[in-house]
C-alpha cells in the first residue's frame, strides 16, 4: 500500500522558517521523482519545487527561489522541504508527490494528504 506522509506544518510569522518531511512508503522511493506542490484557497495547485530520483537534479517555482530548499534522504525514504524568509502569500496546503518519470503531468503520480501552512503577518 502506497502513502504518503506529510509533516511539519503549522502556523509561522513571516520571515521565519519551517521545515516539511514527507514519509514514503509501499513504493521503491528511489526510483521516482518527488514534487512538492502546494495549494492557496481558491487557486489551482502549483509547482513548488521537484528533486530526481537520485537527488541530482532540483528545480523550484519561480515564486520560491532562493527561499526555499528541497531535498531527500533515498535511505530513510523521506523528502524534505526547508522553507525559509517565509511570505503571507506562501500560505496553503502543501502535497508531497511521486512520479515515476521526471516531467509527468501535474496531477499523476502518488499523492499524500497534504499539510496546512498558515503565514501570519
Known amino acids: 500500500q502506497v502513502q504518503l506522509v506529510e509533516s511539519g506544518g503549522g502556523l509561522v510569522q513571516a520571515g521565519g522558517s519551517l521545515r516539511l518531511s514527507c514519509a514514503a512508503s509501499g513504493f521503491t522511493f528511489s526510483q521516482y521523482a518527488m514534487y512538492w506542490y502546494r495549494q492557496a484557497l481558491g487557486k489551482e495547485r502549483e509547482l513548488v519545487a521537484r528533486i530526481s530520483n537520485g537527488g541530482g537534479t532540483i528545480d523550484y517555482g519561480d515564486s520560491v527561489k532562493g527561499r526555499f530548499i528541497i531535498s531527500r534522504d533515498n535511505a530513510k525514504n523521506m523528502l524534505y522541504l526547508q522553507m525559509n524568509s517565509l511570505k503571507p502569500e506562501d500560505t496553503a496546503v502543501y502535497y508531497c508527490?511521486?512520479?515515476?518519470?521526471?516531467?509527468?503531468?501535474?496531477?499523476?503520480?502518488?499523492w499524500g494528504q497534504g499539510t496546512q501552512i498558515t503565514v501570519s503577518s
Open positions: 508527490n511521486a512520479k515515476w518519470r521526471w516531467g509527468a503531468p501535474r496531477e499523476s503520480g502518488y
